[in-house]
């Protein structure tokens, strides 16, 4: 599964005080994709509200991270911030399937974000 986030809008800094830390509030859009299902997984297609998905009933997916990749982003004032999705959970929807056939699943995630330090002048 390939989860990147896609920073939509980053709101000016609450505090802006030299030497403190800025806070920001921040709105993203996480992308998931599942490539290579396989084909025993192939069900009946079908399209389900997000209120209908979240009573069916799930199963929990052990998972192992194998990569959590960093999107870098510049800010106006010349920072730069770097933000990662991180999944904390994965639930696959049972007897479920998208308009293509393939298995449904509940993502929970964060995102992370941490300043990307200035490189230091010699």
């Known amino acids: 599964m390939k989860a990147p986030v896609a920073l939509e809008q980053l709101p000016p800094a609450v505090t802006s005080v030299p030497g403190q830390v800025a806070q920001f509030g921040a709105e993203f859009q996480n992308l998931f994709s599942v490539s290579k299902a396989?084909?025993?997984s192939i069900g009946k297609p079908g399209v389900l509200s997000p209120q209908e998905l979240v009573s069916r009933e799930t199963v929990e997916v052990q998972y192992v991270p194998y990569s959590e990749d960093w999107n870098i982003y510049r800010l106006a004032n010349g920072n730069k911030l770097k933000i990662k999705l991180v999944?904390?959970?994965v639930f696959k929807v049972k007897d479920t399937h998208d308009h293509w056939g393939y298995p449904v699943?509940?993502?929970?995630s964060t995102?992370?974000?941490a300043p990307?330090?200035?490189p230091k002048s010699v």
Request: a positive charge.
């Open 38 to 40: 396989s084909p025993l």
């Open 87 to 89: 999944v904390s959970s």
């Open 105 to 108: 699943y509940i993502v929970n």
């Open 111 to 113: 995102n992370a974000i």
């Open 116 to 118: 990307v330090p200035k």
